[in-house]
């Protein structure tokens, strides 16, 4: 089973990556209002119990993966490697 997790500064939370990132994107011509930087991590996780894949991936992201005080987390959870995305659980903390 795969997971995607994606942390991210929460709203309202000093990003200077973002920030920095804004400014190269104006410099170069581009129209942007705000950007935020965060982080993408794919997980490959044994088994097939999605509620057990779940339980174990907020325990991951409260843990180590994400500083739930100044960033959220969402979990893209596809069951089956191949599938559409269609198929897959979004779940946003």
Avoid: W
């Avoid at 942390?7 to 309202?12: A, L, N, Q």
């Avoid at 991590?41 to 779940?54: N, Y």
């Amino acid at each position: 089973m795969r997971a995607t997790v994606l942390v991210r500064p929460k709203p309202g939370i000093l990003d200077p990556q973002g920030q920095a990132v804004s400014q190269a994107l104006r410099h170069l011509g581009f129209d942007v209002d705000d950007t935020r930087v965060g982080r993408l991590l794919e997980l490959e996780l044994p088994g097939g119990d999605a509620a057990a894949a779940r339980t174990q991936l907020d325990r991951m992201c409260e843990q180590l993966l994400a500083n739930l005080l100044i960033e959220t987390y969402e979990v893209v959870l596809d069951e089956q490697p191949h599938a559409q995305a269609d198929t897959a659980t979004v779940e946003s903390r």
